[in-house]
């Protein structure tokens, strides 16, 4: 069973290291001069040691003036030659090392951009980050350096066997105590550290969430005195990640222990062996000399060959991870026809919705018809379905059952591009780039529009009288996630964004929940402009600010148990006409 597993192992590994060898091909100039370069540096190793012989038996015992003359010059040629062979190995590695992890970083990233919503809402974003910034980095060990070091190590220890035999296969028998036991080294360790590799990487991914949110938190964590706690969590997972890093360095400690110990061993068989009396008279000390230092530099190349395994094993685990998110499906897609523009007439009829990764029934059979240039507004406690409703329309999700029709047909028959070209949103929490204020305006398709088009989107939305005053106006960058704004701004921004978008689709997700009275009536304001002739759903708690919408949706539990105008549910009585009721007295106990 073991074995099966073990060759099951194997043959995933080198499918894997396969694949992430392909990424070399682009750059193969750079890594064919690298493997000029492996390749020489070894074989000119080889040809000083097998030059051993001659400058002991030559130059010491037979004094030859003729080698007295050109063995420095051989020396110092071989060497010059071996130093360019070096840069051009290190270089060119690093060059192909670092491209390669660069095209795979781009091959994640573009990944995370057509993975569907499901896949974010399953996984920790600090694993996500943990990817581009840590795992990626393991590939540059697998695909460039070890590679590197198999090769030159390899030839190294292949050119000294060929000194050892070509002037004494009798002593070369030495070997037989060394390989089988490098061989044996080599494969222990090898399962070990892939095991330990794939807990290290999973580990990686804690660490960066646990600082992540930390860091983003960091106002709570100082006012509710979280720092304890923080750090307490922190120093469980870097405790962690501490153990796991010491068992990769204790198994590398030991496989280079083990052949050192195996090397002595070696090395004391060849001295007995090259000592026998009979062999004594039958070698000279220029061979007895070049056989040792073959072996002597044989073993520094054999515990860097058993040494690769580490970062080998490493890269190859960092590799099948970042293959499988560079695999995962894409959004699902199968619309054949083009939405050019929607009338936006929207109608969900018996919608469900069952989220995968925890079987939550988030709706349970929603009917709702929202006519063109409508103004739909739900409501309902936390929980009760209408941010999951809304999420539906750009297919963020997929119904789990029933169906969603725009202007009368699938939606799912329209292409995933230009549904989402119909749709403007503006959400509670805004979402702002490390940008000038024109870029975050303009973003994404609308990066083509003029200065103009942008300055009247924002004063359309109540922006320019506090981007007027910005250092830079419109070309002044905000900083990461606009954090030299308050949140007023921001919000104005993104609804400057929704109305040079000029979709037919609306949707307000809590646009003006935590705001001042003086923001929220500016931004109130801007949404009646940006309102105006689209079909809106708006998801809202504060009940002031939709009493004037065609239709209210009232959701509890995935289900919409009341609907109709303002005057219609007061009227009614029901659970509408409570919720308004309790915010009417929370109102006027402020007052």
């Given at each position: 069973m073991s074995t099966q597993k073990v060759s099951v192992w194997d043959v995933r590994t080198w499918r894997t290291y396969k694949r992430l060898l392909g990424y070399t091909r682009r750059f193969r100039t750079a890594g064919y001069i690298a493997i000029v370069g492996m390749i020489i540096d070894p074989v000119c190793l080889s040809v000083f040691t097998g030059m051993l012989k001659p400058l002991i038996d030559n130059l010491f015992v037979e004094k030859d003036p003729y080698t007295i003359f050109w063995m420095p010059i051989w020396i110092v040629g071989i060497f010059l030659v071996r130093g360019v062979a070096s840069y051009a190995t290190d270089y060119g590695i690093a060059y192909v090392g670092r491209n390669v992890v660069q095209a795979i970083r781009i091959d994640v990233f573009a990944a995370y951009l057509r993975l569907p919503a499901a896949f974010f809402a399953r996984e920790p974003s600090g694993q996500q980050i943990s990817r581009i910034t840590y795992t990626s980095e393991q590939v540059a060990?697998?695909?460039?350096?070890?590679?590197?070091?198999?090769?030159?190590?390899?030839?190294?220890?292949?050119?000294?066997?060929?000194?050892?035999?070509?002037?004494?296969?009798?002593?070369?028998?030495?070997?037989?105590?060394?390989?089988?036991?490098?061989?044996?080294?080599?494969?222990?360790?090898?399962?070990?550290?892939?095991?330990?590799?794939?807990?290290?990487?999973?580990?990686?991914?804690?660490?960066?969430?646990?600082?992540?949110?930390?860091?983003?938190?960091?106002?709570?964590?100082?006012?509710?005195?979280?720092?304890?706690?923080?750090?307490?969590?922190?120093?469980?997972?870097?405790?962690?990640?501490?153990r796991l890093n010491l068992k990769v360095s204790s198994t590398s400690a030991m496989s280079s222990a083990t052949i050192q110990t195996t090397g002595a061993v070696a090395l004391a068989t060849l001295v007995f062996l090259g000592t026998r009396p009979h062999v004594l008279n039958s070698i000279t000390p220029g061979v007895f000399t070049a056989v040792l230092t073959a072996m002597g530099a044989m073993l520094p190349s054999l515990k860097r060959l058993a040494g690769i395994?580490?970062?080998?094993?490493?890269?190859?685990?960092?590799?099948?991870?970042?293959?499988?998110?560079?695999?995962?499906?894409?959004?699902?897609?199968?619309?054949?026809?083009?939405?050019?523009?929607?009338?936006?007439?929207?109608?969900?009829?018996?919608?469900?919705?069952?989220?995968?990764?925890?079987?939550?029934?988030?709706?349970?059979?929603?009917?709702?018809?929202?006519?063109?240039?409508?103004?739909?507004?739900?409501?309902?406690?936390?929980?009760?379905?209408?941010?999951?409703?809304?999420?539906?329309?750009?297919?963020?999700y997929e119904p789990s059952d029933g169906r969603i029709l725009i202007d009368g047909r699938d939606y799912r028959q329209y292409k995933l591009p230009s549904l989402r070209k119909q749709i403007a949103w503006v959400g509670q929490h805004v979402v702002l780039f490390d940008d000038t204020v024109a870029a975050n305006i303009a973003y994404g398709e609308m990066a083509g529009a003029s200065?103009?088009?942008?300055?009247?989107?924002?004063?359309?939305?109540?922006?320019?009288?506090?981007?007027?005053?910005?250092?830079?106006?419109?070309?002044?960058?905000?900083?990461?996630?606009?954090?030299?704004?308050?949140?007023?701004?921001?919000?104005?921004?993104?609804?400057?964004?929704?109305?040079?978008?000029?979709?037919?689709?609306?949707?307000?997700?809590?646009?003006?929940?935590?705001?001042?009275?003086?923001?929220?009536?500016?931004?109130q304001d801007a949404l009646t402009r940006l309102m105006r002739d689209r079909t809106t759903l708006v998801i809202a708690h504060r009940l002031s600010t939709i009493e004037h919408a065609d239709q209210i949706a009232v959701m509890d539990q995935g289900r919409i148990v009341e609907l109709g105008t303002h005057r219609e549910l007061i009227d009614k009585g029901g659970q509408y006409a409570a919720l308004h009721r309790m915010q009417f007295h929370e109102q006027v106990t402020a007052g």
């Open positions: 060990s697998a695909s460039a350096d070890s590679l590197k070091v198999a090769v030159t190590e390899g030839l190294t220890v292949v050119g000294m066997l060929c000194v050892m035999l070509y002037h004494s296969p009798y002593l070369a028998m030495a070997l037989l105590v060394l390989v089988p036991c490098v061989v044996v080294i080599v494969t222990v360790i090898s399962r070990r550290y892939r095991k330990i590799s794939k807990r290290i990487q999973g580990n990686m991914g804690t660490v960066t969430s646990a600082v992540e949110e930390a860091v983003a938190a960091n106002r709570e964590v100082r006012i509710y005195g979280g720092q304890v706690r923080e750090t307490a969590r922190f120093g469980d997972v870097a405790e962690r990640q501490r395994q580490a970062s080998l094993q490493k890269g190859v685990t960092a590799a099948e991870d970042l293959f499988e998110i560079i695999d995962e499906p894409a959004e699902v897609d199968t619309g054949t026809e083009e939405l050019v523009r929607t009338k936006g007439d929207i109608r969900f009829e018996d919608v469900k919705l069952v989220y995968e990764r925890n079987n939550h029934v988030a709706l349970r059979g929603v009917d709702l018809a929202c006519a063109p240039g409508t103004v739909t507004a739900l409501v309902g406690r936390s929980g009760s379905g209408k941010s999951s409703l809304v999420s539906l329309l750009p297919r963020f200065e103009a088009e942008i300055a009247a989107a924002a004063q359309a939305a109540n922006a320019m009288e506090f981007i007027e005053r910005l250092p830079e106006g419109l070309n002044t960058r905000i900083g990461q996630g606009g954090n030299s704004l308050s949140g007023g701004q921001r919000q104005r921004i993104a609804i400057a964004r929704a109305i040079l978008k000029n979709a037919p689709i609306l949707v307000l997700d809590e646009a003006t929940s935590a705001l001042d009275t003086e923001s929220e009536r500016l931004i």
